[in-house]
């Protein structure tokens, strides 16, 4: 089993920064990948970041160059550093943590969800 558990969220006015932090608890030795997800009203669930153990990242196209992800495979955390933020980054945002293959296979289950962190920007 992994946990997750994000926080760093808030109300914020455009422009403005904040900064996601997720902590990863159990079997944490498990984890291969370790991304954001956000979710706004009314919408699908969409990857924001992503980043594997070795530190390669992938981003969405709206938030490049303004959002970086960072990972600490020592603590066991993983970063999200929000820059000029806009009204429609406005969401719930979500800490996933994907298995390596091996252990996916071994233990039926592909990935960890926290529980999300809302982020409101205002405009």
């Known amino acids: 089993q992994v946990q997750l558990v994000e926080s760093g969220g808030g109300l914020v006015q455009a422009g403005g920064s904040l900064r996601l932090s997720c902590g990863a608890s159990?079997?944490?030795?498990?984890?291969?990948?370790m991304g954001w997800y956000r979710q706004a009203p009314g919408a699908q669930r969409e990857l924001v970041a992503a980043?594997?153990?070795?530190?390669?990242?992938n981003y969405t196209d709206s938030v490049k160059g303004r959002f970086t992800i960072s990972r600490d495979n020592r603590l066991d955390r993983v970063y999200l550093q929000m820059n000029v933020l806009k009204p429609e980054d406005t969401a719930v945002y979500y800490c996933?943590?994907?298995?390596?293959?091996?252990?996916?296979?071994?233990?039926?289950?592909?990935?960890?969800w926290g529980k999300g962190t809302r982020v409101t920007v205002s405009s």
């Open positions: 996933n943590a994907v298995l390596f293959p091996y252990y996916s296979d071994l233990r039926g289950v592909v990935d960890y």
């Open positions: 159990g079997s944490t030795y498990q984890i291969d990948v």
């Open positions: 980043i594997n153990r070795g530190g390669n990242t």
